[in-house]
């Protein structure tokens, strides 16, 4: 008999002994550059996500560096941090689809350059739609869906730590 999957909310809470801070050298120092890196746990990341407040946005650039931060490190793993977005968004939606109220807003977390993430649920249109409802406007250019700019500054950055 085939092995239950995990839902995505217990990915999300299966921390796995993490978070680590390593220090990075050799081979893996070409990749991601010397010095000590954080390798978080998926709740930190969701932990984050969730205090962007409404109508402002942050990058999984920004939420590395509040990682690294916190953690005393140089920068935190940007494969593990990515992942770790990605299962907290689809824990939402699974939440949501349960019936919560109050889920972690992901849509306003975006890719580098205020891209948004074709891989979250829902997909560009599903992101388009609460960005738009909270007063972002979202263009499109060639194969990308990016936030216009607006105001003063391209991100409204937040302080995690």
């Given amino acids: 008999m085939p092995a239950r999957r995990k839902t995505w909310q217990e990915k999300l809470a299966d921390d796995k002994g993490l978070p680590r801070v390593l220090e990075v050298s050799g081979k893996a120092a070409v990749r991601f550059g010397a ?94 739609k609460h960005l738009c409802t909270e007063g972002h406007t979202v263009t499109i250019k060639g194969k990308r869906s990016l936030i216009t700019p607006r105001g003063t500054g391209f991100f409204n950055r937040f302080r995690a730590v």
């Fill in 35 to 128: 010095g000590k890196m954080v390798i978080p746990a998926p709740s930190e990341v969701d932990a984050l996500m969730r205090q962007v407040p409404k109508g402002r946005v942050t990058t999984i650039n920004e939420l590395r560096t509040a990682l690294a931060r916190k953690h005393c490190a140089d920068f935190a793993c940007p494969i593990t941090t990515g992942i770790f977005a990605w299962i907290a968004a689809h824990a939402a939606e699974e939440a949501r689809a349960q019936g919560a109220k109050r889920v972690t807003p992901y849509w306003r977390t975006l890719k580098t350059g205020g891209e948004l993430n074709p891989r979250y649920p829902g997909g560009i249109a599903a992101m388009t």
